[in-house]
């Protein structure tokens, strides 16, 4: 078979394609985008004999399944000839197997707020795409968990660790959230409603500032913390555990409730998170 001539429609057809097929290698090799629609799956179960207050169940063997943890990941990116920029976000939170109404509205309350973590973290780090040009490998990763700590019709108490991974290095924190059961909707329980008056901040502080040197841990600009440095707390039947801020280690410290007693209020929400299940 004798090659086309240079001039008929068939050569040029061959030629378009040929240069079609280069152009599509050649922009495949600079030009890459990838986005990644949400994506739930199914982590691990949650039984209620790990949880405080549920150890009656194991000596009975009346061990149930409470939960599931559950991730929501996304990942995003955009490179042009070599350079680019990403996003990579996980979030755990807890799902209530639960076949009452309440543990399901719960459910749907931490996954919108994992969801919303992810809007803000994608938010915050959103760059143009000209940006992609002058910016090589800059990667940012979040991981957020959401921790169930305690957990009855009446309370739920939970711990979110979040972590964020920058080239210049990580970042991590750590903070508590207490949720009280209200006619049927969950409220976030406020530290005003355990204490009675102002005299506890001086003795949390005290006891904070002297745990963490007992755990090592030691920062000269935290030498004492106000009240406005105690917002963040969980309760579990062994105490109330603070998380006191810091720039650059997470920090925890459980306060057994024997310590606060002098300051909680007699009837108080924390008698939610002394009481056994069976009670």
Request: charged share 30%.
């Amino acid at each position: 078979m004798e090659p086309p001539e240079p001039t008929s429609a068939k050569f040029k057809l061959w030629r378009w394609l040929l240069l079609l097929s280069v152009i599509t290698v050649a922009l495949g090799g600079l030009v890459s985008w990838k986005v990644r629609s949400e994506r739930l799956e199914f982590v691990e179960p949650i039984w209620s004999d790990s949880l405080p207050g549920h150890e009656n169940e194991s000596v009975t063997r009346q061990r149930r399944k409470i939960g599931e943890v559950w991730s929501l990941s996304r990942y995003r990116g955009f490179s042009l000839f070599g350079r680019g920029v990403s996003s990579d976000f996980e979030g755990r939170y807890p799902v209530f197997t639960e076949s009452d109404a309440l543990h399901g509205k719960l459910s749907k309350q931490l996954l919108a707020e994992v969801r919303g973590e992810e809007e803000f973290f994608s938010g915050f780090h959103r760059l143009k795409w000209w940006d992609s040009i002058r910016i090589r490998g800059d990667i940012r990763c979040r991981r957020s968990a959401i921790q169930l700590l305690f957990y009855t019709d009446f309370a739920v108490s939970l711990r979110e660790s979040t972590s964020e991974f920058f080239e210049s290095g990580p970042w991590e924190s750590l903070s508590g959230h207490t949720l009280v059961n209200r006619d049927g909707e969950w409220q976030t329980l406020h530290r005003d409603e355990l204490f009675d008056g102002k005299d506890w901040v001086e003795v949390v502080s005290k006891f904070c500032v002297a745990d963490l040197k007992r755990q090592g841990i030691e920062d000269g600009a935290w030498t004492s913390f106000d009240y406005h440095n105690l917002t963040s707390l969980s309760l579990t039947p062994a105490g109330v555990t603070f998380y006191p801020p810091s720039a650059n280690e997470t920090r925890e410290v459980l306060i057994p409730f024997e310590i606060l007693v002098e300051h909680l209020k007699p009837d108080g929400p924390h008698r939610l998170f002394q009481r056994k299940v069976s009670e």
